[in-house]
């Protein structure tokens, strides 16, 4: 099963809910078959962004072109768009194969089609063997992946996906990325995702689209916005833990404002290094441990090592930052 793919183009789009301008002039173009990831923390914007592309919302100024066509009036019905939410929103008095099934039954097409379809979709999210079940006797990863399928038969040009993971507990999450990674190769599907979580959007998307108080702040693959953030910003939220951003004088006397090194970019010694501090705690993660080392001249740095060597809380430590990966805002 194969859906067609068309590319989303968004020029000076705008939205305020009365005096409070929520998306501030957004030019963003997709490509046809995009992996496209809307990233940010709460209140940035990005579901907005979705739900004006959906059709859901209204667009207070700007245009939104879907597969070469203006759709920024158009109901969300005719734009060649399925959009999957959060929320599994399946009927618990339909089984599986209904609940698939139920836009292409609402809107009429021939049974045979719709069985064709729903057959289909099945086979690629291998939910075959769960057809005649009601949602009430799936999981939370089978019943997201009966949310999928209940857009797939629709022939979307565009997917769209709010949040889809964030209900599933942390395996089945990181089950569900490979999954819709795997999907979205097959399929060959626009697919635009929302997402607060940077793992889900740095391991899953073609483009990644940082959002920040209703603006772009970056728009490049995970890998360019991993080893080039353009501001502290995009620095702090991609990287996991998060980059070390040192501000006031310590930031000055390297001759910048926001000074900004990764954790695993700090090599650690128990003799000498740049910066002398004090081991404040350690988290033993099996195959790295993360330390967090108090210094007089640049104030907490938190250390990613590898392996679960290291020196114990309390202790005296330098640490050296690598040469070419600090960045200077």
Same mark, same amino acid.
């Given at each position: 099963m194969t859906a067609s793919s068309s590319?989303? =183009?968004?020029?000076?789009? @705008?939205?305020?809910?009365?005096?409070?301008?929520?998306?501030?002039?957004?030019?963003?173009?997709?490509?046809?078959?995009?992996?496209?990831?809307?990233?940010?923390p709460s209140g940035c914007g990005k579901s907005t962004l979705l739900r004006l592309i959906s059709g859901l919302e209204e667009a207070t100024s700007g245009t939104i072109e879907i597969a070469g066509r203006v759709v920024t009036d158009a109901e969300p019905s005719e734009r060649g768009i399925a959009m999957v939410f959060q929320s599994y929103a399946?009927?618990?008095?339909?089984?599986v194969r209904q609940n698939i099934g139920f836009?292409?039954?609402? &809107?009429? /097409?021939?049974?045979?089609?719709?069985?064709?379809?729903?057959q289909a979709a099945a086979s690629v999210l291998q939910l075959g063997p769960l057809l005649d079940r009601k949602?009430? &006797?799936?999981?939370?990863?089978?019943?997201?992946?009966? &949310?999928?399928?209940?857009?797939?038969? /629709?022939?979307?040009?565009?997917?769209? +996906?709010?949040?889809?993971?964030?209900? +599933?507990?942390?395996?089945? /999450? &990181?089950?569900?990325?490979?999954? +819709?990674?795997?999907?979205h190769k097959k399929l060959g599907a626009t697919m635009i995702y929302v997402t607060h979580d940077q793992v889900e959007a740095m391991t899953m998307a073609d483009k990644i689209v940082v959002l920040n108080a209703g603006r772009i702040e970056q728009v490049g693959s995970p890998m360019e916005l991993y080893n080039h953030p353009v501001s502290p910003f =995009?620095?702090?939220?991609?990287?996991?833990?998060?980059?070390?951003?040192?501000?006031?004088? @310590?930031?000055? @006397?390297?001759?910048?404002?926001?000074?900004?090194?990764?954790p695993e970019h700090l090599d650690l010694s128990t003799t000498e290094g740049q910066w002398q501090g004090r081991i404040r705690h350690v988290e033993r993660l099996g195959a790295e441990s993360v330390l967090y080392l108090?210094?007089?001249?640049?104030?907490? +740095?938190?250390i990613r090592l590898p392996g679960q060597d290291c020196p114990a809380p309390g202790s005296i430590a330098f640490v050296t930052p690598r040469a070419g990966r600090s960045f200077r805002f």
């Open positions: 590319s989303v =183009v968004l020029k000076n789009l @705008a939205k305020s809910f009365g005096a409070v301008d929520i998306i501030k002039g957004i030019d963003l173009v997709i490509e046809p078959g995009e992996f496209c990831v809307f990233v940010g399946l009927y618990p008095h339909l089984t836009g292409l039954s609402l &809107a009429k /097409r021939p049974k045979a089609e719709i069985e064709a379809k729903v949602p009430k &006797a799936l999981s939370g990863g089978q019943r997201q992946r009966v &949310a999928i399928g209940r857009a797939m038969v /629709r022939d979307p040009a565009v997917f769209l +996906l709010d949040e889809p993971l964030s209900n +599933l507990d942390a395996a089945l /999450r &990181a089950q569900m990325r490979i999954e +819709l990674t795997d999907l =995009v620095a702090g939220f991609i990287g996991s833990p998060k980059m070390n951003l040192i501000t006031g004088p @310590a930031a000055a @006397a390297l001759g910048c404002t926001t000074y900004g090194i990764r108090q210094t007089e001249a640049m104030g907490e +740095l938190v």
